[in-house]
């Protein structure tokens, strides 16, 4: 068989299923490449995982006996075969993110956030569903995709298989500072990271005690190396929005503004993640009030 794969995201994040659809069929013995309009092949899959907002699927597959779809982009649907989910991923499919590890140690999140579909997806009880090896074979990175490692109860073994690999470690969808407790957080200062990201989202919930018991536990105190995605356009005030951004970096920790649906934002907010994620400017200028004077629908300065 001939197996085109294609990726509806585009190619600025390696697709884990398709990788794991490579590894899969090649040692099925068929032939795998990226789709192309110019082959021909007996079966495509194309994969999603952003919705309409941020990914378009716009693409005809013209040229297949077979096209399945399949991702969170196209909504609920089955996961894949067990014979695939546990294939290591075929990193050759995206040549520019070799000597990068993409993986999940762990799925579920008992959190259920209105904003997230991991909940409902993966079940509300985080769980292990693989060990290291399974996707990491020595690459100096890894990008850990877990929701949320620190809620597994098998957590501590795998924090402790990531610093035993010696690679630096992104754990991309941040950890819950809600769990860190003395004992992981030692595990966790042993881990390299470039950058530990946190979150909060919630401009009901005060979490100033939680950050601040993470400042005593770790020997990490780099500004630039302890982020916090604040979730904004979610049922937040602007109030609310600046109050986490401007306690966080009292604090010593980087807020990164997230839009929830950018496109219907509010201008204020839009401003607001302009002034916080642009680096340099928010360094340099120390108040929101002094970036964008007119918060009603001023222009921001440049």
């Given amino acids: 068989m001939k197996i085109g794969l294609y990726d509806v995201d585009g190619h600025n994040w390696p697709n884990l299923c398709l990788m794991k659809l490579s590894a899969y069929h090649k ?94 997806k993966e079940g509300r009880r985080s769980r292990q569903v693989a060990d290291l090896s399974e996707f990491w074979d020595g690459q100096r990175e890894i990008k850990l995709l877990d929701p949320n490692l620190l809620a597994c109860p098998d957590h501590e073994r795998l924090i402790l298989q990531l610093a035993d690999s010696r690679a630096w470690v992104d754990f991309t969808q941040g950890l819950d500072i809600r769990l860190i407790t003395p004992d992981n957080a030692v595990l966790l200062n042993r881990v390299r990271t470039k950058m530990i990201h946190f979150a909060w989202d919630d401009p009901n919930m005060d979490l100033t005690p939680y950050f601040s018991r993470f400042q005593k536990l770790t020997h990490i105190h780099d500004f630039r190396r302890l982020k916090v995605y604040v979730l904004t356009n979610f049922g937040s005030t602007h109030e609310q929005d600046l109050y986490r951004v401007d306690t966080l970096r009292a604090m010593g920790f980087d807020p990164y503004v997230m839009i929830y649906n950018r496109p219907n934002a509010p201008h204020v907010t839009r401003q607001l993640q302009r002034w916080v994620n642009n680096k340099r400017v928010f360094r340099t200028v120390p108040a929101f009030a002094d970036y964008a004077p007119n918060k009603r629908g001023g222009a921001a300065h440049a």
């Fill in 27 to 120: 040692a099925q013995g068929n032939i795998v490449e990226m789709w192309t309009p110019e082959g021909s092949y007996d079966l495509v899959y194309k994969s999603r995982v952003f919705t309409d907002t941020y990914s378009k699927d716009t693409q005809v597959i013209p040229n297949a006996a077979h096209v399945i779809c399949g991702g969170t982009g196209y909504g609920p649907g089955p996961n894949l075969p067990d014979a695939v989910e546990h294939t290591r991923p075929d990193y050759s499919l995206y040549p520019k993110f070799q000597g990068t590890a993409y993986g999940f140690l762990t799925r579920g999140c008992p959190r259920s956030c209105g904003f997230c579909i991991v909940s409902g």
